[in-house]
T-cell receptor, first 117, second 111 residues
Framework: DGGITQSPKYLFRKEGQNVTLSCEQN?????MYWYRQDPGQGLRLIYY???????QKGDIAEGYSVSREKKESFPLTVTSAQKNPTAFYLC???????FGFGTDTQYFGPGTRLTVL | DAKTTQPTSMDCAEGRAANLPCNHS???????VYWYRQIHSQGPQYIIH???NNETNEMASLIITEDRKSSTLILPHATLRDTAVYYC????????????FGGGTRLMVKP
């Protein structure tokens, strides 16, 4: 069953703690993305990666970090430096990466809702 | 990426076709029209996309006007599970190009 998985679905953390959100895909996609969505708002890009061991900042990267050690995985760490981390976090992937092959249609995971208490 | 304009909300009777319009009068020649939908508290779901020609897949049809300044997403037989917010996006298709969701159309399918 191919797709994008995110875990956990709901996450609660105390203020000041770092937390890592998981994103895994078995679609053999080169590119992966992290977005943030706030209530009633659109998507804002945090980070994206077009190839293993490389990633770029999006519009709101401050207070977040990522790694891309494997093609299938793109974990996002929300650090204590992120001033307002409570949000719905969405991971996406698309076939086309740095080499330009395949489509750029982005497919999304189910999301992780992070609440900082 | 070009800006899009969609109605805030629409109703549709179950079993009838749902026609969702989108205006994108400033679209460029290399920008595609994409449609996604988002059911409450779930990740967005890709529906369909196109450049110039009309497109159809198992979920929907996309009709793009000849001047490409507007498009219509058609759900041929709407069901209650199609109740969602539908987003029309125009963008250049390239890796790393983020998706920009506007306000979207809240479609309510009623029995």
């Amino acid at each position: 069953d191919g797709g994008i998985t995110q875990s956990p679905k709901y996450l609660f953390r105390k203020e000041g703690q770092n937390v890592t959100l998981s994103c895994e895909q078995n679609l053999n996609h080169d590119a992966m993305y992290w977005y943030r969505q706030d209530p009633g708002q659109g998507l804002r890009l945090i980070y994206y990666s077009q190839i293993v061991n490389d990633f770029q900042k999006g519009d709101i990267a401050e207070g977040y970090s990522v790694s891309r050690e494997k093609k299938e995985s793109f974990p996002l760490t929300v650090t204590s430096a992120q001033k307002n981390p409570t949000a719905f976090y969405l991971c996406a992937s698309s076939m086309r990466g740095s080499f330009g092959f395949g489509t750029d249609t982005q497919y999304f995971g189910p999301g992780t809702r992070l609440t900082v208490l | 990426d070009a800006k899009t304009t969609q109605p805030t909300s629409m109703d549709c009777a179950e079993g009838r076709a749902a026609n969702l319009p989108c205006n994108h009068s400033t679209i460029s020649g290399n920008e595609y029209v994409y449609w996604y939908r988002q059911i409450h508290s779930q990740g967005p779901q890709y529906i369909i996309h196109g450049l110039k020609n009309n497109e159809t897949n198992e979920m929907a049809s996309l009709i793009i006007t000849e001047d490409r300044k507007s498009s219509t997403l058609i759900l041929p037989h709407a069901t209650l599970r199609d109740t969602a917010v539908y987003y029309c996006i125009v963008r250049v298709e390239k890796a790393g190009n983020m998706l920009t969701f506007g306000g979207g159309t809240r479609l309510m399918v009623k029995p």
